[in-house]
């Protein structure tokens, strides 16, 4: 007779870990999660294979005391943190007894701490020999020194993307029969919303599948951005990293056809296909150039081109003011970069964040251990974080830096040429709703040789002014364009030749992110796509 098959789901990396230091009998673990229920949902999974389906798990909470699986209490008067040691010491079956927040206990400041400590020691040895084991739960690791050689500490990392999978499989099945909510979900648009619920918690992504349901009634690939808004509040928590919702497209970008091309055909190998291909995830791209011509502009498209979030990483704030926290802020953040994957990292101007690894500062080396912890990341991190980073000044950047492997590649940001102008002149144009047609576009191309992106803008914005101070029904003309231009020094002038030497150096050292040989004479600007123009959606609140 052939044996039966084993239906139950495989093992997940952490429950095989976990199974690990069971089998092997450590006393005492301390696994680092938010999510409470999903762990003891892990664990109590686990403890029904093989042997260690002879071990029973508990759960003890200041609460509700000791309950068993099924969170039936089954004795309350061990709620007293004080009790609940010495009672589990007396227990003669085997066992896994989880101990939720129970680190607050164990603060160097709480009265409980001394003899709990004692007490979790006085576990170590019968707990080897009984076949028992200790967990502390909790959010946070907060671990005193008199336990660091006992306890062995674990992460529960996020859920992948097959629990995240069977979370949206839920949600179908819970909606599938309400006529008023429309499921669209083919094989790719399945993939691209499990894709951006990737980096939220079990429960985080249910209320987030649900806002979906409840606002646009519907589950459909075109909503990812409901759900990539979600992500905003984790990474507001952190600290460390900033989100940015933007409506910046390529089609804000006048220009760069090169740079824009390279990222079009990138943003493609973020899928299954591309891994089923052979393809890794791209890593990264540096930007370098004259100021304003259009870096961070083009880190901000990306995202909205890719349906990314975009998480603006400040390295002035990682730096802290005691020994080892600055390390532990660099971890952290990236850490945080690698749950709300994928995503797109911009670190701007980041040889100003990187001063202090060359030269002495005086910092006893934080600077540079804190470098190095990002470099060491750049280019062994495998999560779907692709990092922009952008620099203006070309001396400033540490050779560890440039070298493949950190980045796919380095691109130089000119000056624009006067189709580039042509196009930024219209694209500014038309997002304060003027017809760039009415414009003598050849002419300003002509007068605003050597203006970067950021200064063209700001002549149209100029003009703008020109004309409403005239009163409030006059209209934008030439001639406001010709003064606000005229009376503009651009920084290829004032600062000529610190901006000549850059475009020297770095045209020379890096590709260039537009392409060359463009006519001198402009007869039109030439728009790939309009520029967007944001728009509210509606919502509705019941379905």
């Not at 006393?27 to 999660?33: A, D, E, H």
């Not at 190998?269 to 004259?290: C, D, I, T």
Request: glycine share 6%; proline share 7%.
């Amino acid at each position: 007779m052939p044996p039966t098959p084993d239906t139950r789901p495989p093992l997940s990396p952490f429950q095989e870990k976990l199974r690990i230091y069971l089998r092997a009998g450590y006393p005492l673990l301390y696994i680092v999660t938010a999510e409470e229920d999903r762990a003891i949902e892990l664990i109590r999974a686990m403890l029904t294979d093989g042997e260690l389906s002879k071990r029973k798990p508990y759960v003890w909470s200041v609460s509700r005391g000791l309950c068993d699986a099924d969170m039936r209490a089954i004795d309350r008067k061990v709620a007293d943190p004080k009790r609940i040691l010495p009672f589990l010491l007396e227990q003669a079956d085997p066992g896994v007894f989880i101990l939720e927040d129970f680190h607050f206990f164990l603060d160097e400041k709480s009265p409980t701490a001394p003899l709990l400590i004692r007490q979790l020691r006085d576990l170590v040895a019968p707990f080897k020999a009984a076949r028992k084991t200790l967990i502390l739960l909790s959010s946070v690791l907060k671990l005193p020194l008199e336990l660091e050689k006992d306890l062995t500490v674990m992460d529960l990392d996020m859920p992948n993307e097959a629990e995240l999978a069977a979370v949206l499989d839920d949600t179908v099945e819970q909606v599938k029969d309400n006529p008023k909510v429309e499921v669209n979900l083919d094989g790719s648009g399945r993939e691209k919303v499990v894709k951006a619920l990737s980096g939220l918690t079990r429960s985080e992504a249910e209320n987030a599948l649900a806002k979906v349901v409840v606002t646009r009634s519907r589950l459909d690939p075109e909503d990812v951005g409901l759900l990539l808004a979600e992500k905003e509040q984790i990474i507001r928590k952190s600290g460390m990293l900033e989100f940015y919702a933007t409506p910046e497209r390529f089609g804000s970008i006048g220009g760069l056809d090169l740079l824009k091309g390279w990222l079009r055909q990138r943003g493609k190998a973020f899928s299954e296909s591309a891994r089923a291909f052979g393809l890794p995830n791209p890593h990264g791209l540096l930007l370098v150039g004259v100021p304003g011509c259009g870096k961070s502009l083009s880190a901000k498209a990306v995202s909205a081109e890719w349906q990314m979030p975009l998480l603006k990483f400040d390295l002035g704030k990682v730096f802290g003011s005691l020994v080892g926290q600055s390390e532990e802020n660099m971890r952290r953040a990236l850490k945080m970069a690698e749950a709300v994957a994928p995503c797109v990292l911009w670190i701007d101007e980041i040889e100003k964040g990187l001063s202090g690894t060359r030269g002495q500062t005086g910092d006893s080396g934080t600077s540079t251990r804190v470098f190095g912890t990002l470099l060491t990341w750049m280019e062994e991190n495998e999560k779907p974080v692709f990092t922009i980073a952008t620099a203006n000044d070309i001396e400033g950047l540490p050779p560890e830096l440039l070298r493949k492997g950190r980045f796919d590649d380095i691109f130089f940001i000119d000056l624009p040429s006067p189709q580039e102008r042509a196009n930024i002149l219209a694209i500014h144009l038309t997002k304060h709703h003027r017809d760039y047609r009415e414009f003598d576009l050849p002419a300003h191309v002509a007068t605003t040789e050597g203006f970067s992106g950021a200064e063209i803008e700001q002549a149209v914005v100029s003009a703008l002014y020109r004309a409403f101070a005239e009163g409030e029904e006059a209209k934008l003309e030439n001639r406001h364009l010709t003064g606000a231009i005229g009376e503009s020094v651009p920084l290829s002038r004032s600062m000529g030749s610190r901006i000549a030497f850059l475009r020297q150096e770095a045209g020379e050292k890096w590709r260039r992110a537009s392409s060359q040989g463009e006519p001198t004479q402009v007869k039109d600007a030439v728009l790939a796509e309009p520029p967007p123009v944001a728009k509210k959606p509606k919502r509705v609140f019941e379905v």
